[in-house]
């Protein structure tokens, strides 16, 4: 089949075509057409744990041994090198690899192969932007697949976050989740996966938004799988030390659907996935940890390499408990628990009675599950980043520094069937079996393992635990929906309110009473319509049905031009990522905003202003650095996912991708200029002839504007559009702005 590349589209595009599945989705939202927790196909692996999400497959007649030489290999692609898991559906791989690497178009693809041949069918494009994540670490994040609707789902080193047509790679939708709610994307590069869940899809990571969540958390969004609507929205506590990529797992605890995940904040959280409420959690670690738990009749087993929470002294534990419990899990109420255990990678896997957590270190601890005693240790190499797989009695290993092992389970331990070992390769992912074949990926390229001619064989997958049947009809939880919103001056939500049991089984829309808490207008039916006005403003709609209260937000954005002067002390409300890490501040008797440096992880960061889908302006704002101990701040503007920055170092650089500015793009030139003086800077972009062209200046405040650019740079693998914003890096110095504008160019 023919290569179809992909590139990103606007948010037009994106919401025509909401528009068209609208009524859809509608009917998806009643939850009333529910497919299993897992994968109904027993040949697709829609999850990078499995149809199970557990690390098991039901396939037969899979090799216990191969060779990169030959044997037993079907076939390798080296083009299709990735840290990445692959995922498996309809007769086709999906994964994330790099675009185009080394080489100044590098960015980010989403592909699908054909699983019998390696073939490429089809790949979406898209640019790095606004990130620190190296490009070594694209691919941290997995394609999740949707069997229902035949749509995948990526989140990007970049924070982009897309449907994509499983058979055509066609964008159905998008959102910027660094421009749109503030998710961060760090040097770690810690991608967290999205999962499916009936009608919906979820995402999370921590998140720096505005109003009550401009603290940073980490936090959990569910939208609508067909339209990219939010449907609900969840915390965990602020000011986490870390981002994770704990993986969510569904399943069941006493018939309760639960969704249970690793936080950045230390603990262990099971939510509803209708709702997100919290059904239980249990602190384990003093920092984020980015173990994906594993859930077997109810019971839970996860592990960290962090400080305990109970006992900062030990470092990383093992541990097992009972998951139908509700609230606080304390301590003394873990099955069991093995201090010095650092297991902050690989996912557990359980088979036969026995146990399998992997250190971070490569030993494989094989453990009762029953008493938490280790059995058996076994050292597989010095790292491990991938979990096991289990398959046709064996188990897969495949550990980071090239030694791929298979094993055969056994009372004592393991059984050593073979070992490869791939010099040139490093292994960031985890194998899968799908179709009598085994896949690994390495950063040298995408392996094929099986059989000559093996007849695909598979027991059958067994039942998720089920759901208890609805009986409780007592609305306990309403939702109002969307939960979170970007709109225009004139713009129309019309809202609706989903009900739930205790629960979080879904028991239909409810006629609740509505309420409006800003501008614009409301009807009783919660039908709302913005202000044809100029302001940049922040709505609440609250809705209450029998006592029970949600909240929904919207910010509404007009067209350019903007202005702010911060002359009502305040950081603006409809700005993302900007307060807690801004405050209002006096200078010489002017109002104005402060970068303030007393934020240990918020001293570096980024802001935006309105919609994403903005090209072809100038942004412009006034700038003034302090100076401590001969130290400055480096500050700038964001323009189209791109980055002026007027730097410490007596330098101005353009630049899109910070870790790759040796390659991807980035132009840079001396700049002298001093603390305690006031700057000018402008900033503009123009799309023009496929490339994008920036110009920026910097001029002191109060003299006659250079007629000249300062720096120009084209960039001819473009980022075409992206919100107005701010940079800066206060951990030397603080710095403060005023006067910002942003108009399109003239």
């Given at each position: 089949m023919k290569t179809k590349?992909?590139?990103?589209?606007?948010?037009?595009?994106?919401?025509?075509?909401?528009?068209?599945?609208?009524?859809?989705?509608?009917?998806?939202?009643?939850?009333?057409?529910?497919?299993?927790?897992?994968?109904?196909?027993?040949?697709?692996?829609?999850?990078?744990?499995?149809?199970?999400?557990?690390?098991?497959?039901?396939?037969?007649?899979?090799?216990?041994?191969?060779?990169?030489?030959?044997?037993?290999?079907?076939?390798?692609?080296?083009?299709?090198?990735?840290?990445?898991?692959?995922?498996?559906?309809?007769?086709?791989?999906?994964?994330v690899t790099r675009s185009h690497p080394e080489t100044n178009k590098e960015g980010e693809r989403t592909v699908c192969v054909d699983a019998a041949t390696g073939e490429l069918i089809w790949e979406s494009v898209h640019n790095v932007f606004l990130s620190d994540g190296p490009a070594e670490r694209v691919g941290w994040s997995a394609v999740i697949g949707d069997p229902a609707t035949g749509n995948v789902y990526v989140l990007g080193l970049g924070c982009l976050f897309q449907c994509l047509n499983g058979e055509t790679g066609e964008i159905i939708w998008e959102r910027s989740m660094s421009e749109e709610y503030g998710l961060l994307s760090t040097y770690g590069g810690r991608t967290n996966f999205p999962v499916v869940f009936e009608n919906l899809v979820i995402v999370s990571g921590v998140m720096t938004q505005y109003g009550a969540n401009a603290v940073p958390a980490h936090r959990f969004v569910a939208f609508d799988k067909l339209t990219g609507e939010a449907i609900w929205f969840t915390s965990t506590r602020v000011r986490p030390e870390d981002t994770t990529y704990s993986t969510p797992i569904f399943t069941t605890f006493n018939g309760q659907a639960a969704m249970v995940v690793g936080s950045s904040d230390g603990a262990l959280y099971a939510f509803q996935p209708r709702t997100g409420k919290i059904i239980w959690w249990y602190d384990a670690s003093a920092r984020g940890f980015n173990t994906t738990p594993l859930v077997v009749d109810g019971m839970v087993y996860c592990g960290h390499a962090e400080k305990n929470r109970a006992d900062t002294n030990i470092l990383g534990a093992a541990f097992a408990?009972?998951?139908?419990?509700?609230?606080?899990?304390?301590?003394?109420?873990?099955?069991?628990?093995?201090?010095?255990?650092?297991?902050?990678?690989?996912?557990?896997?359980?088979?036969?009675?026995?146990?399998?957590?992997?250190?971070?270190?490569?030993?494989?601890?094989?453990?009762?599950?029953?008493?938490?005693?280790?059995?058996?240790?076994?050292?597989?190499?010095?790292?491990?980043?991938?979990?096991?797989?289990?398959?046709?009695?064996?188990?897969?290993?495949?550990?980071?520094?090239?030694?791929?092992?298979?094993?055969?389970?056994?009372?004592?331990?393991?059984?050593?069937?073979?070992?490869?070992?791939?010099?040139?390769?490093?292994?960031?992912?985890?194998?899968?079996?799908?179709?009598?074949?085994?896949?690994?990926?390495?950063?040298?390229?995408?392996?094929?393992?099986?059989?000559p001619d093996a007849e695909v064989q598979s027991d059958p997958v067994p039942q998720a635990p089920p759901e208890a049947p609805l009986t409780d009809r007592t609305v306990a939880h309403i939702q109002i929906v969307p939960v979170e919103g970007l709109l225009n001056p004139g713009d129309k939500v019309d809202y609706r309110v989903l009900s739930f049991n205790e629960v979080g089984q879904f028991l239909g829309n409810v006629e609740a009473k509505f309420e409006l808490q800003g501008v614009g207008s409301l009807s009783a039916a919660g039908n709302y319509v913005a202000p044809n006005d100029n302001a940049h403003s922040v709505v609440m709609v609250s809705a209450t049905f029998n006592g029970i209260s949600s909240q929904a937000r919207a910010r509404i954005v007009p067209p350019l031009p903007w202005k702010f002067d911060f002359n009502d002390g305040q950081v603006p409300g409809t700005w993302i990522g900007a307060a807690y890490r801004h405050q209002p501040a006096e200078l010489d008797g002017e109002k104005m905003l402060v970068k303030v440096s007393t934020i240990p992880k918020g001293t570096r960061s980024q802001s935006w202003m309105g919609h994403a889908n903005l090209h072809d302006y100038t942004i412009q704002a006034d700038f003034y650095a302090t100076e401590q101990q001969g130290m400055r701040a480096d500050m700038g503007l964001i323009n189209q996912r791109y980055t002026l920055d007027l730097m410490a170092s007596n330098q101005l650089q353009i630049r899109s991708w910070t870790p790759r500015l040796e390659l991807r793009f980035a132009k840079t030139i001396p700049f002298d200029w001093q603390a305690n003086v006031w700057y000018t800077m402008k900033f503009q972009s123009e799309n023009k002839d496929g490339s994008a062209i920036l110009r920026g200046k910097v001029w002191k405040r109060g003299e006659p504007e250079p007629g000249d650019w300062a720096i120009e740079a084209a960039d001819a693998t473009p980022n075409v559009i992206g919100s107005p914003g701010l940079f800066g890096n206060s951990s030397r110095a603080e710095y403060y702005i005023d006067n910002v504008q942003v108009f399109a160019n003239q």
């Amino acid at each position: 089949m023919k290569t179809k590349p992909m590139k990103s589209v606007g948010g037009n595009a994106c919401r025509l075509l909401a528009i068209c599945q609208v009524i859809i989705s509608v009917v998806a939202t009643t939850f009333l057409v529910a497919p299993s927790l897992v994968a109904n196909d027993v040949a697709d692996w829609v999850h990078w744990r499995g149809p199970e999400l557990n690390g098991i497959s039901r396939e037969k007649n899979l090799p216990a041994d191969w060779s990169p030489k030959g044997e037993n290999l079907v076939w390798m692609k080296p083009e299709f090198a990735t840290r990445c898991t692959p995922i498996a559906m309809n007769g086709r791989l999906y994964f994330v690899t790099r675009s185009h690497p080394e080489t100044n178009k590098e960015g980010e693809r989403t592909v699908c192969v054909d699983a019998a041949t390696g073939e490429l069918i089809w790949e979406s494009v898209h640019n790095v932007f606004l990130s620190d994540g190296p490009a070594e670490r694209v691919g941290w994040s997995a394609v999740i697949g949707d069997p229902a609707t035949g749509n995948v789902y990526v989140l990007g080193l970049g924070c982009l976050f897309q449907c994509l047509n499983g058979e055509t790679g066609e964008i159905i939708w998008e959102r910027s989740m660094s421009e749109e709610y503030g998710l961060l994307s760090t040097y770690g590069g810690r991608t967290n996966f999205p999962v499916v869940f009936e009608n919906l899809v979820i995402v999370s990571g921590v998140m720096t938004q505005y109003g009550a969540n401009a603290v940073p958390a980490h936090r959990f969004v569910a939208f609508d799988k067909l339209t990219g609507e939010a449907i609900w929205f969840t915390s965990t506590r602020v000011r986490p030390e870390d981002t994770t990529y704990s993986t969510p797992i569904f399943t069941t605890f006493n018939g309760q659907a639960a969704m249970v995940v690793g936080s950045s904040d230390g603990a262990l959280y099971a939510f509803q996935p209708r709702t997100g409420k919290i059904i239980w959690w249990y602190d384990a670690s003093a920092r984020g940890f980015n173990t994906t738990p594993l859930v077997v009749d109810g019971m839970v087993y996860c592990g960290h390499a962090e400080k305990n929470r109970a006992d900062t002294n030990i470092l990383g534990a093992a541990f097992a408990l009972d998951g139908r419990k509700l609230g606080q899990i304390q301590e003394e109420e873990l099955l069991w628990k093995i201090n010095y255990k650092t297991i902050n990678r690989s996912a557990p896997l359980l088979v036969d009675g026995r146990l399998y957590m992997v250190e971070d270190g490569a030993t494989i601890l094989t453990i009762d599950p029953a008493t938490g005693k280790i059995l058996h240790e076994k050292k597989v190499g010095r790292t491990m980043f991938g979990s096991l797989l289990y398959a046709d009695g064996k188990i897969y290993c495949a550990e980071a520094n090239g030694n791929v092992w298979i094993f055969r389970p056994t009372d004592q331990g393991l059984e050593q069937l073979s070992r490869v070992r791939l010099p040139q390769d490093e292994i960031f992912s985890s194998p899968i079996a799908y179709r009598g074949r085994i896949y690994l990926t390495t950063t040298e390229g995408l392996y094929c393992i099986g059989l000559p001619d093996a007849e695909v064989q598979s027991d059958p997958v067994p039942q998720a635990p089920p759901e208890a049947p609805l009986t409780d009809r007592t609305v306990a939880h309403i939702q109002i929906v969307p939960v979170e919103g970007l709109l225009n001056p004139g713009d129309k939500v019309d809202y609706r309110v989903l009900s739930f049991n205790e629960v979080g089984q879904f028991l239909g829309n409810v006629e609740a009473k509505f309420e409006l808490q800003g501008v614009g207008s409301l009807s009783a039916a919660g039908n709302y319509v913005a202000p044809n006005d100029n302001a940049h403003s922040v709505v609440m709609v609250s809705a209450t049905f029998n006592g029970i209260s949600s909240q929904a937000r919207a910010r509404i954005v007009p067209p350019l031009p903007w202005k702010f002067d911060f002359n009502d002390g305040q950081v603006p409300g409809t700005w993302i990522g900007a307060a807690y890490r801004h405050q209002p501040a006096e200078l010489d008797g002017e109002k104005m905003l402060v970068k303030v440096s007393t934020i240990p992880k918020g001293t570096r960061s980024q802001s935006w202003m309105g919609h994403a889908n903005l090209h072809d302006y100038t942004i412009q704002a006034d700038f003034y650095a302090t100076e401590q101990q001969g130290m400055r701040a480096d500050m700038g503007l964001i323009n189209q996912r791109y980055t002026l920055d007027l730097m410490a170092s007596n330098q101005l650089q353009i630049r899109s991708w910070t870790p790759r500015l040796e390659l991807r793009f980035a132009k840079t030139i001396p700049f002298d200029w001093q603390a305690n003086v006031w700057y000018t800077m402008k900033f503009q972009s123009e799309n023009k002839d496929g490339s994008a062209i920036l110009r920026g200046k910097v001029w002191k405040r109060g003299e006659p504007e250079p007629g000249d650019w300062a720096i120009e740079a084209a960039d001819a693998t473009p980022n075409v559009i992206g919100s107005p914003g701010l940079f800066g890096n206060s951990s030397r110095a603080e710095y403060y702005i005023d006067n910002v504008q942003v108009f399109a160019n003239q």
